[in-house]
């Protein structure tokens, strides 16, 4: 007995969902690397003295570098040498008056006892006397952004943003490359069955 049996050429991997693929895998892995990097760098900030590769986040803790940089403004710090600050420069040190906690001031003077250091918010130069044990770098990078956002967060509204808003990004998006390859799939099922093949079987 004799019957056509439909073939269909074998399902290959499309190009959309190739790329989807691929955009996954690499968000996959820098949010890893994020989560890692993340708390190796909430490791250092509980230690003055700890850097990553030569650099190091630190928060103001004040309002005396105003209006240039605010209290809870984020400064990335470099470890360099003590004999290359300069007159002017904003570095980290660790301030007596902290009990030895970082604090972000510019450099005024600098003499053969050590750097002294200034506020530019403060109408007094700082007592303490900056020497190689006491210092930690030099600012490269600052954001005033965590200024704002700080105060807002140490809400219960603000935690609740924090916490919330990405997990529905996620979602959402998570959701919509669903549907995306729902589509596609669809789509590619239509065209194996339009374009198979038969063949005679005994």
Known sequence: MRFFKKQTTPKSENPWQKATRIVLNVLLVLALGLAILAAVYAKSFK???TFVFGYKPFVVASDSMAPKYRKYSLVLVKKDAFKTVKVGELIAFKAQALGGQPA????RQ???AGILTKGDA???ADTQLINAD??????VWHTN????LVPVLKTPKGIFFLVVSPLVL???LIM?????EANVRKKDTVKSQKGGSYEIQT
């Not at 972000?104 to 450099?107: A, D, G, P, Q």
């Not at 919509?176 to 995306?180: D, E, G, R, T, V």
């Open 110 to 112: 600098i003499t053969d």
């Open 47 to 49: 230690q003055a003295d």
């Open 145 to 148: 952004l965590t200024a704002y």
């Open 122 to 124: 403060n109408k007094q």
């Open 176 to 180: 919509a490359i669903k549907i995306l």
């Open 134 to 139: 006491s210092y930690l770098g030099s600012e």
């Open 104 to 107: 972000f001031h510019r450099v």
């Open 170 to 172: 996620v979602i959402l």
